[in-house]
């Protein structure tokens, strides 16, 4: 027997374990301890979860949303219920601090809440008619069976930001969560398990992106994808199910700039800068990548930043003095690595600039935070690192801000300090991006407002907020007649009597 969990897929409402599957195992990015073993789902598991979605969409499509409501209403208290389990399923298995790992949990809570609430609007609108006796109206209708594909970095919220708002709407799920992170995606699926989703209308298949993210797109019984993750990967998923023409929402990387100017509250904006570019060891979608710093104020906040960097707790994430865990995996370490030396090439070295070592730090994936001091245009001055690596940029103006901030890829969040009132409504003007704050850190979404970005970042549409809706609805346009006669829109228009 294994010393550590040996989970199987979920598919039709049962966890199945197909004899002689090949397995893989997630491990604790602190220590490296085995966290537990998983499926290495293969094209048919994955034609067995689609059936089971397939053959449960007409009865959850006909189940009235109040009701759908109230499954999600006790999901979203078994997740209150064991919170804090989940939360340091997310620390041990992930690596953020245990105040972050409660805090994914609590945003799943959240949004599943606000999901349910859903279930008694899923808003259609009325529209007058140019002709007599007619009534015009849509309706919200399901897509029908929907992949949901997630990464590591937000291991419980991600999903249930997909998960909730497409069966709120009626759409049957096919789960595929990112492998590094299956143990808190299958804490998810036991949620809504645990709270009475019937059979097939949630399965959850792990394994390998190429392989069961491949044929789950790949599958025509799937109407709609909805992707979260990097950008090739995204780009990929949007080419093959373009093929068939299925809807494919994209919610990708970013590069996202915080300005600081000149007459910026510095402290506070040294408190925003250090949770957005340090917190989650730099690993959000939305973390401060960029400070663009106004020349006037460059000497005297970085001789801040240094200081506050060097006084930041790095270690055990389950510790909670701790203010920066690892980063998630040996793959995310070689890759942020990478960067530093790239960014020794290219620019200056401010602080940190490796992995730590001895004691604890051996065991896990530890790397100093690092601040370079780079022009604009450097690689990783552009490209994303997604780790606790900093670019600072110096600007002499607010023009050469905005302009500095927009020449990336990217568009997701953003960030500006100022006490200028114009200039804080300037920026929200001009920053193209899908996320600006005005006086706080690029990180902090709610879930009652839309997420997401522009550019690179992804399709366009939007998660969460009333609009999450969108991307797991078709609209029904809807006309009724009640004059008894042949009525012709465009050509029986000047009937006024
Ligand atoms: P990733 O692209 O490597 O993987 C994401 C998911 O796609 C995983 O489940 C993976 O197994 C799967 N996958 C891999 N290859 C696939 C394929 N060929 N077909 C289908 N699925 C495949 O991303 P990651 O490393 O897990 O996550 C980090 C990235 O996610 C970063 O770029 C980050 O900015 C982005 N992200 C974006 C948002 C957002 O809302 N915009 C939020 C969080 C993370």
Known sequence: MAAYPEIGLFIDGKWVSPPGAARFTTRNPTNGSIIGSFVSATPKDVDAAVTAAFSAFPHWKATPPPARGEILLRVAQTLK???????????????????????????????VEYMAGEGRRLFGETVPSELRSKFCLTVRQPKGVVACITPWNFPTAIPNWKIAAALICGNTVVFKPASNTAMCAIEVVKAYEAGGVPAGVLNCVTGAGSTVGNALIDDRRVRAVSFTGGVETGRSVYERG??????????LGGK???????????????????????????????????????????????????????????????????????????????????????????????VGGGKLTGGIYDQGFFIAPTIFETAHGTRISKEEIFGPVLSVI????????????????????????????????????????????????????????????????????????????????????VFIDFSNRLQKAQIDVADSG
């Open 81 to 111: 219920d064991r919170k804090e389990q989940i939360g340091r399923i997310v620390t041990q298995e992930m690596g953020k601090v245990i105040a972050e790992g409660r805090g994914d949990v609590q945003e799943s809570i959240d949004f």
């Open 242 to 251: 373009a093929r068939d023409l299925k809807a494919v929402h994209l919610e």
């Open 256 to 350: 996202n700039p915080m300005i600081v100017m000149d007459d910026a509250n510095l402290p506070l904006a040294l408190e925003g800068l250090l949770f957005g570019a340090f917190g989650t060891a730099g690993q959000r979608c939305t973390a401060t990548s960029r400070l663009i710093l106004h020349e006037k104020v460059y000497d005297e906040f970085l001789g801040m930043l240094d200081q506050r960097v060097a006084r930041l707790r790095l270690g055990d994430p389950l510790d909670p003095r701790t203010d920066v865990g690892p980063v998630a995996s040996a793959d995310q370490e070689r890759k942020i690595l990478e960067y530093i030396s790239v960014g020794r090439t290219e620019a200056k070295l401010r």
């Open 394 to 477: 110096k600007v002499p103006s607010y023009e050469e801000a905005v302009r500095v901030a927009n020449d990336v890829d990217y568009g997701l969040s953003s960030a500006i300090y100022t006490r200028d009132v114009n200039v804080a409504f300037r920026a929200v003007q001009d920053l193209e991006c899908g996320i600006t704050y005005i006086n706080a850190p690029t990180i902090g979404a709610e879930v009652q407002l839309p997420f997401g970005g522009v550019k690179n970042t992804g399709t366009g549409g939007r998660e969460a907020g009333s609009v999450a809706v969108e991307e797991f609805t078709e609209i029904k346009t």
